[in-house]
């Protein structure tokens, strides 16, 4: 199939591209890598009267460390990063998830803030941007604002941007020498969407972990994090004993949503397979 007409314009600044959005409200569309975007379209799933191309904004470009965090602009490709030395060092558990993310061309043009925004809950960055404890950064005509990232999905494809703001990035805290993460996805083919996925972060210390998020995607309407689990685990040292228990309160306390092809009950046992994964390969670190 093929699109409806639209108008196109190249944005050249944050500024137009906020009164382009007030002056056409949900009759536009922004468009970062067009790689959601573009299918929606052509499939007639969205039928907006301008595409606003954001590609040009530098402003949403970059990776850096600003202060006390890793400044990832919304802009920022998967492949690059994939690729870059700031996060490997500062947030490792997106570089070890990019990989997961669809194949390469579209890796090349896809980006961190179209992900977020889109918030497809089967998707890694939600449940990363969670794992991380990142911050939005968002800007409309009323100003910036930030919003957590574990506030920012609340429903399926649904997100706390306002309808006419854009997301400009994230802040991440650094991670130290003692963040331990993993990230652990179930997939029919490698690219293909998770069955289920977990996004894993902690600090160690010996065998006690603490500041424990356990994020899983691709169980439920949004990225969810497992509150019980990781206060049992915060804290303590980490055993047979306790994996056990984590990965029952895990299972008890997520309510997994089937999909096409996996039933609930079979992405349960998946949380709790997915966790118990994870946590050895942290203690083992
Ligand atoms: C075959 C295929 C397989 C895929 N597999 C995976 C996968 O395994 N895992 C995965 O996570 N993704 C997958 N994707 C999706 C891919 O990662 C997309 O690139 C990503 O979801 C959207 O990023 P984008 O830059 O292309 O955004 P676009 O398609 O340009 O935009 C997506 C949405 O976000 C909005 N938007 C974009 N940027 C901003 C911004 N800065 N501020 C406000 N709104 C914005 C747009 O208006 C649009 O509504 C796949 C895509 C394809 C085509």
């Not at 906020?18 to 890598?33: I, K, P, Q, T, V």
Request: hydrophobic share 50%.
């Amino acid at each position: 199939m093929k699109a409806a007409a639209f108008d196109y314009i190249k944005a050249q600044s944050v500024p137009e591209v906020l009164a382009l959005m007030s002056e056409h409200g949900d009759d536009a569309r922004l468009m970062a890598g067009g790689q959601t975007l573009l299918a929606t379209l052509n499939m007639r799933l969205s039928e907006p009267q301008l595409l606003i191309d954001i590609t040009e904004l530098t402003e949403l470009k970059g990776i850096e460390i600003i202060g006390e965090h890793l400044w990832v602009g919304a802009l920022v490709t998967h492949t690059e990063i994939e690729n870059a030395a700031l996060v490997k060092k500062y947030a490792p558990i997106l570089c070890a998830a990019a990989p997961h993310i669809a194949h390469r061309a579209i890796r090349n043009l896809g980006t961190w803030g179209g992900s977020l925004v889109y918030g497809d809950p089967a998707a890694e960055w939600p449940a990363c941007s969670i794992a991380v404890n990142a911050t939005m950064v968002v800007r409309g005509l009323q100003g910036e604002r930030r919003i957590l990232a574990s506030d920012f999905f609340v429903d399926l494809y649904t997100t706390a941007l306002a309808p006419d703001e854009i997301l400009m990035g994230t802040e991440i805290p650094l991670a130290n020498a003692k963040q331990v993460f993993s990230f652990q996805e179930l997939a029919r083919r490698h690219g293909d969407y998770a069955v289920a996925g977990l996004a894993a972060v902690a600090k160690k210390t010996g065998q006690v972990f603490s500041d424990c998020h356990f994020v899983f995607f691709s169980v439920a309407t949004t990225p969810v994090a497992a509150v019980q689990a990781q206060s049992l685990v915060n804290d303590q040292a980490v055993n047979a004993e306790l994996i056990a228990a984590a990965v029952a309160a895990a299972r008890a306390e997520i309510e997994t949503m089937e999909d096409i092809t996996n039933s609930a009950a079979a992405k349960s046992h998946l949380v709790g397979v997915l966790l118990e994964r994870a946590l050895k390969k942290m203690l083992a670190e």
